[in-house]
């Protein structure tokens, strides 16, 4: 885990940085969200998730269950004060899920306001398995996992059958969203990771939050150019 401070404790809401699958807390954006912090006084919390980065742990033991809770617990134990929720891709499933677990965690500091960057909320069932052929499916059910080619990477992502079976216990777009929090959400129109159509899909998926949903044309799902972190900082500035 890495954390910054800046400013008086308190003084403005602090940023919580929550990252994509098989990315990690020193990737662009995150480094970008920490200088800004620092600049403005914002303390900055990011971490990697177990079988991310820096963390102990195989990947491939790891589930959305797992990486919330890990998120909740550095969340709860670490972050003083009202906090910005910056969720990535896969983060940004894990912040809507975070969001719902804190009602129930009234001394848990209250969340100011979220940035969902290409969120892939539901991705292992809508992004992942209902994508899948049926031989794909079949490796999955049968071996347990399937090794999926990645253009970020040299080597494949491995897909496990309790990833998309537990991503089953936690889908949130076959209901109603409701955060108690602005937010904002960053989607590219080019991205072949996260349709913006899925993105759009998420959006209605709120009807008491004031949500402000903006498409970047001829952006990709990293969102990571210099005109689309100015885009990312505008937004956290916002709160």
């Known amino acids: 885990m890495r954390q910054s401070e800046g400013g008086s404790q308190g003084s403005a809401p602090g940023l919580f940085w929550l990252g994509g699958f098989k990315s990690d807390m020193r990737g662009t954006k995150a480094e970008a969200l920490d ?4 600049e403005h006084g ?6 990697d998730y177990s079988g991310h980065g820096e963390s102990g742990g195989a990947f491939t033991d790891g589930t959305i ?12 134990q670490c972050c003083k004060g ?22 129930s965690r009234p001394e848990a500091p209250p969340i100011a306001g979220m940035v969902l960057i290409a969120p892939a909320a539901d991705f292992t069932e809508e992004l992942m398995w209902k994508q899948f052929d049926a031989e794909v499916k079949r490796e999955i059910k049968l071996k347990g996992q399937w090794s999926r080619p990645s253009e970020y990477s040299n080597e494949p992502y491995i897909i496990t059958r309790k990833l998309i079976e537990d991503g ?8 109603v969203i409701e955060t108690g929090c602005p937010v904002r959400i960053l989607q590219g ?9 899925h993105a759009a899909e998420l959006m209605s998926r709120f009807v008491s939050d ?5 498409l970047i044309k001829d952006g990709d799902h990293r969102l990571s ?9 505008a937004a956290v500035a916002e709160f």
């Open 42 to 47: 914002r303390s900055v919390t990011r971490f």
């Open 168 to 175: 089953c216990k936690n889908l949130i777009m076959d209901g």
């Open 82 to 103: 009202p906090q910005v929720v910056i969720g990535s891709s896969m983060g940004g499933w894990i912040a809507l899920l975070l969001a719902n677990e804190l009602k």
């Open 65 to 76: 269950s797992r990486w919330l809770e890990e998120a909740v617990a550095v969340y709860t």
């Open 210 to 214: 004031d949500v402000v949903f903006t």
């Open 35 to 38: 200088k800004w912090g620092a």
């Open 189 to 197: 129109v080019n991205d072949p990771d996260v349709p913006w159509q």
């Open 225 to 233: 150019r210099p005109e689309d972190i100015e885009r990312i900082l």
